[in-house]
């Protein structure tokens, strides 16, 4: 090969490296869940209900959410005295089961700021309930328990296990009723519970942040509750450090907090 032949070769091909990387940097318009291998299924939906169902915020700001799903319970306590103490505002994805038992840390939860939102009754695989039953005895009626303990009815919903069919999307959206994945699991809940696996959450996280990132962990009155409330403390100085703010999930997609009814 000539070389006149080669170095035209070679430009065209680092044209088309940097045309492609270009194309990457300004484009990031889809939705990924950092941390797990592509769940087809939650893309498939993220994709189908791109203003209703989102993972993260595509925002390139310097912004987590960090989101705590199946409580309240006395872990929750914990929690609000760490983000109080650091002034930092987060999620609260319930159970209505257990907000009906816990009501007074749902109030003491709304009245420090944070977001309230629905989790389902008793946490099921919804996917396989029919869509009179998924309303009546798990979203809606936790969306009354919600209103009796904190007057109103939160305008987001975070899935069990990530899993729902379309129907249950669908009558969601005419309710008017956001939904919220994650996308940074941390496994929290996969954690020993004999000893301080706390760094190891904080590590995953650390690994996997980006601007914009919604983390998943756990306030359920679960063994493992005392490595996330230690992660969360150990969370904060790295994430401050690195330049975030803690926003909640309404004000990181600019979304509502409650149902306007
Ligand atoms: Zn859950």
Do not use: C
């Amino acid at each position: 090969m000539k070389t006149s032949t080669f170095s035209f070769l070679l430009l065209v091909s680092s044209l088309f490296i940097f045309a492609a990387s270009a194309a990457h940097a300004t484009q990031r318009k889809a939705q990924h869940i950092r941390t797990l291998p592509p769940e087809p299924e939650i893309e498939r939906q993220v994709a189908k209900y791109q203003n209703q169902y989102f993972l993260e915020s595509l925002s390139e700001r310097k912004e987590v959410a960090i989101t705590f799903d199946d409580g309240p319970s006395a872990y929750t306590l914990e929690l609000l005295k760490i983000l109080k103490r650091n002034d930092i505002k987060a999620t609260f994805f319930w159970q209505g089961k257990n907000v009906e038992k816990y009501p007074d840390i749902a109030r003491q939860a709304l009245a420090d700021g944070h977001t309230i939102a629905n989790h389902t009754y008793s946490h099921p695989h919804s996917k396989t309930l029919d869509v009179d039953t998924f309303w009546n005895e798990e979203v809606g009626r936790t969306q009354a328990i919600i209103k009796d303990a904190v007057g109103f009815e939160p305008a987001l919903f975070r899935p069990p296990f990530g899993e729902m069919n379309d129907e249950e999307i669908e009558l969601l959206k005419q309710k008017g009723i956001y939904l919220i994945g994650w996308s940074i699991d941390p496994k929290d809940w996969s954690m020993s519970d004999n000893k301080d696996s706390s760094q190891q959450i904080v590590d995953v996280v650390n690994k996997h942040l980006h601007p914009g990132a919604i983390v998943l962990m756990h306030d359920g009155m679960y063994d493992f509750g005392i490595n996330t409330v230690r992660a969360v403390e150990r969370m904060i100085p790295m994430l401050k450090q690195k330049g975030y703010r803690f926003v909640t999930v309404d004000k990181l997609l600019e979304l509502p907090i409650r149902l306007k009814h």
